[in-house]
């Protein structure tokens, strides 16, 4: 007991004291659009771009697709294209997640009067990979750790559907898991909101054109905040949730 009490005291305090003023190494974040003139005729980034995530005339980039892989910035000629280090990228609106010179960053995350009454002081999320490859689902369960600790914000992550008050869907879907989906969906109790959390779950990702695919949940049931990344960092997806329940730093 005493040298369980000895290195904790040696360690200190290692919960991220602020999220939203967070710093941390070596990520890729927001895409950044320079202002710079595309040449004539380039299509690089276009070409470069794995999941279809930029589009021309103008450029911009779609952070619901893009999966962060840096590929595009190279091959670009006029050197239009960067990444920074901003992780709060989350979005209410899907439309919100559209980047160009002129649209820098993510539409904000808005504060729902409703949500904020019903689940600002007390949160509880069902987690579904529905064909993920597991990197989101890290970053989901990396919540809990001691580093963010999304339980000192009475967010938590539960067990069953029964206890869940929000959806947290990873991964494109499968035909496979679309049925797992739905029962889980059903068995949550109402009022209920959905949380789509990286670029599968958003648009499909990489795997958008699958035939091994079945996103109609989406179609039924529009996610109540969007997170992009692939995977998104954790504090990607805790920064949006106390944004959505509008709880202050």
Known sequence: MLKAIRVRISQGSQTLPDPRQAKPVGLRGTPVVGAAACASGCQACVAA????????????????????????????????????????????????????AERPVPDPVRVSAAIRSRFGRSLKLRSVSAGGCNGCELEVNALTNVNFDIGRYGIDIVASPRHADGLVLTGPITRNMAQALQLCWDGMPDPKLVIAVGACAISGGLFEDSPALDRAFLQRFRPTLFVPGCPPHPLTLLCGLLDLLGIPS
């Open 49 to 100: 771009c794995p999941s279809a995530a930029i589009t021309l005339a103008p450029l911009q980039i779609d952070l619901g697709r893009c999966v962060m892989c840096g590929d595009c910035a190279p091959p670009c000629p006029s050197a239009r294209l960067s990444f920074s280090d901003t992780f709060q990228l989350a979005s209410t609106d899907r439309a919100g997640l559209l980047i160009s």
